[in-house]
């Protein structure tokens, strides 16, 4: 008989769109796969949804607060439903971006400098030298992602709007020049390097994200092989030392400007990543030889509680 698999979408956060999308291309693959398959969309009663449909796995396409937080995580453990990704103490501590950096660096893992600050605090002073980067703490998508250029007189107006949505502590992080690349890891196992680009962005935002032609992905990363080498120890040491399981992606920088060796920082880990056609995991695993189909059924078979 087959699994009965919860395909959990949606949710409660900004990035409710592009989890809708990761949910219904899991769902399909999975159905394709031969699971029975509940798409669910997640709402404050999914405890008592959850309890009614009693499937064997809940397969998390959650993004952002209350789905990659720790806290549906949580929920899954208290009905003993087994699922997929990271556990309640790993997704609440890589949501918080300046303590996952602060664990990341304990391992050995270079990131680039950064500390938090109310949103008040910085309205009207630079709090450091320009360039830099302001990253809400709890968001994902790059939403509320502000780049402060060197000939910025001035913070971005927008943290003083009364529309800002984004929560009031904030990261601010040295601006790091240089290459976007990522790196998945499946398991216990660091996977390809990818570089990303983006054209007529100003930085791999909302848009390049998910956008048609926003981005291109080139997999594997036209880098040195000993650049290639440190990327993936630093993403699998990251995976390890914030306690994370399943499928993760790991941001970095790879500033090359001054020579093939460069500068490496990491940014942040994504303890649920993008599974949309667009998405990043889902390319640079087809390149490690995983279809999407074997990419969903190895996070199923992969699923359980305590994580």
């Given at each position: 008989?087959?699994?009965?698999?919860?395909?959990?979408?949606?949710?409660?956060?900004?990035?409710?769109p592009?989890?809708?999308?990761?949910?219904?291309?899991?769902?399909d693959?999975?159905?394709?796969?031969?699971?029975?398959?509940?798409?669910?969309d997640?709402?404050?009663?999914?405890?008592?949804?959850?309890?009614?449909?009693?499937?064997?796995?809940?397969?998390?396409?959650?993004?952002?607060?209350?789905?990659?937080?720790?806290?549906?995580?949580?929920?899954?453990?208290?009905?003993?439903?087994?699922?997929?990704?990271?556990?309640?103490?790993a997704s609440?501590?890589?949501?918080?971006?300046?303590?996952?950096?602060?664990?990341?660096?304990?391992?050995?893992?270079?990131?680039?400098?950064?500390?938090?600050?109310?949103?008040?605090a910085?309205?009207?002073?630079?709090?450091?030298?320009?360039?830099?980067?302001?990253?809400?703490?709890?968001?994902?998508?790059?939403?509320?992602?502000?780049?402060?250029?060197?000939?910025?007189?001035?913070?971005?107006?927008?943290?003083?709007?009364?529309?800002?949505?984004?929560?009031?502590?904030?990261?601010?992080?040295?601006?790091?020049?240089?290459?976007?690349?990522?790196?998945?890891?499946?398991?216990?196992?660091?996977?390809?390097?990818?570089?990303i680009?983006?054209?007529?962005?100003?930085?791999?935002?909302?848009?390049s994200?998910?956008?048609?032609?926003?981005?291109?992905?080139?997999?594997?990363?036209?880098?040195?092989?000993?650049?290639?080498?440190?990327?993936?120890?630093?993403?699998?040491?990251?995976?390890?030392?914030?306690?994370?399981?399943?499928?993760?992606?790991?941001?970095?920088?790879?500033?090359?400007?001054?020579?093939?060796k460069?500068?490496?920082?990491?940014?942040?880990?994504?303890?649920?990543?993008?599974?949309?056609?667009?998405?990043?995991?889902?390319?640079?695993?087809?390149?490690?030889?995983?279809?999407?189909g074997?990419?969903?059924?190895?996070?199923?078979?992969?699923?359980?509680?305590e994580?």
């Amino acid at each position: 008989m087959a699994k009965h698999v919860a395909v959990l979408m949606g949710g409660l956060s900004s990035e409710r769109p592009v989890s809708l999308n990761s949910g219904k291309a899991c769902a399909d693959a999975l159905e394709a796969e031969g699971y029975e398959v509940s798409r669910v969309d997640v709402d404050r009663r999914i405890a008592e949804t959850l309890a009614e449909l009693k499937p064997d796995v809940a397969f998390n396409a959650l993004h952002g607060p209350f789905g990659e937080d720790g806290r549906i995580q949580g929920i899954l453990e208290y009905l003993q439903i087994p699922y997929t990704h990271s556990g309640v103490a790993a997704s609440a501590l890589a949501m918080n971006k300046l303590l996952a950096k602060t664990v990341a660096k304990s391992a050995g893992v270079p990131v680039a400098r950064g500390r938090v600050m109310k949103r008040q605090a910085i309205a009207d002073v630079h709090p450091i030298a320009p360039p830099y980067v302001i990253k809400p703490v709890a968001e994902g998508s790059s939403f509320g992602v502000l780049i402060v250029r060197e000939n910025q007189s001035h913070p971005p107006q927008s943290l003083s709007s009364p529309e800002w949505t984004f929560g009031d502590d904030l990261l601010i992080e040295e601006f790091v020049h240089g290459r976007e690349l990522t790196c998945a890891v499946m398991g216990d196992v660091a996977l390809d390097v990818c570089e990303i680009t983006t054209e007529g962005h100003a930085f791999y935002d909302y848009d390049s994200k998910y956008s048609d032609g926003g981005s291109v992905h080139i997999v594997p990363a036209e880098i040195p092989a000993d650049v290639a080498r440190k990327i993936q120890e630093w993403a699998l040491a990251a995976h390890r030392a914030i306690g994370c399981r399943g499928v993760t992606r790991s941001d970095f920088r790879y500033d090359d400007r001054f020579g093939p060796k460069g500068e490496i920082a990491w940014l942040e880990i994504n303890t649920q990543p993008g599974m949309t056609a667009v998405s990043l995991v889902p390319d640079i695993a087809k390149q490690s030889g995983h279809s999407f189909g074997d990419l969903v059924r190895w996070m199923v078979e992969d699923a359980s509680c305590e994580r």
